[in-house]
């Protein structure tokens, strides 16, 4: 199992990104998969997660209205629209699955056992 995140970067406050995992070592017809991210001297936490299977998707409040998890199924890959960016957003974003969880929510609210490398994503003026 590979999961490559790309397209971080530095981005204004208000801001958007769009960040991509491209999945590699199963297919996006079961498992759950989701974005996490770490910032300096905090845990690391859930952004949005997606149930393969049924589309279904879970944001924490944070996320709402702001962020959208997606995927391609051809492309066998996940992305993460991130729109109206906070400084308080800079983090270290992580792709992250697990075989054993089909559920969005049970995803976020639990350590996932697959993860990408993180990608860095900046808020700043």
């Known amino acids: 199992v590979q999961l490559q995140a790309s397209g971080g970067g530095l981005v204004q406050p208000g801001g958007s990104l769009r960040l991509s995992c491209a999945v590699s070592?199963?297919?996006?017809?079961?498992?759950?998969i989701g974005w996490f991210r770490e910032a300096p001297g905090k845990e690391r936490e859930a952004v949005a997660c997606?149930?393969?299977?049924?589309?279904?998707?879970h944001y924490p409040d944070f996320a709402k209205g702001r962020f959208t998890i997606s995927s391609d199924k051809s492309k066998n890959s996940v992305y993460l629209q991130m729109d109206n960016l906070r400084p308080e957003d800079t983090a270290v974003y992580y792709c992250?699955?697990?075989?054993?969880?089909?559920?969005?929510?049970?995803?976020?609210?639990?350590?996932?056992?697959?993860w990408g490398q993180g990608t860095l994503v900046t808020v700043s003026s």
């Open positions: 997606l149930s393969t299977w049924n589309d279904i998707t």
């Open positions: 070592g199963f297919a996006l017809d079961r498992p759950a």
């Open positions: 992250a699955a697990d075989l054993g969880h089909s559920s969005s929510y049970g995803l976020c609210h639990s350590r996932p056992s697959e």
